[in-house]
């Protein structure tokens, strides 16, 4: 007498359908609005999740500058970065990088920092994430869906 034994279903890149959504960050928590896109983006929230295939959706945010942070983050939260010269660190800090010309890159930061680290997975993944400052977004004819995230 044989038994099957039922084999683990793999999603192949052809069987994934990715949907756009919509997520609005006016006085949303960064922490956890990116926790929330970074599941999103992988592809946690669907059954078929395979953690080698980009599964994830399209998600659109918009409102990015009116992004909270909790507690004394905002003054003293600093960002790095490195010119490639020697002696070429910057830094920045968290209240002027939200109030100067890029404040999307905060999120983009976060949400990037959650994601497989420094893979082609990851960067792919990351394509698929786009961050407006404002209400405004060129992607209407894909008639997203607008989600609410955690508070």
Request: glycine letters at 6%; a positive charge; aromatic letters at 6%.
């Amino acid at each position: 007498m044989s038994v099957k034994l039922s084999s683990t279903f793999f999603a192949k890149p052809q069987d994934v359908e990715k949907n756009w959504l919509l997520i609005d960050a006016k006085e949303q928590i960064l922490g956890r609005l990116a926790a929330q896109i970074a599941k999103l983006l992988r592809g946690k929230h669907k059954p078929y999740y395979t953690p080698h295939i980009n599964c994830g959706d399209n998600i659109i945010v918009i409102n990015a500058d009116k992004v909270k942070l909790t507690g004394k983050k905002l003054q003293q939260k600093t960002y790095y970065r490195h010119t490639g010269y020697p002696g070429g660190i910057k830094e920045v800090k968290a209240a002027d990088l939200l109030s100067g010309k890029y404040p999307e890159r905060m999120l983009t930061l976060a949400v990037k920092r959650m994601l497989p680290k420094e893979s082609p997975l990851a960067r792919q993944q990351l394509k698929c994430l786009h961050i407006y400052r404002d209400n405004e977004h060129p992607h209407k004819a894909q008639k997203p869906v607008l989600i609410n995230p955690i508070k």
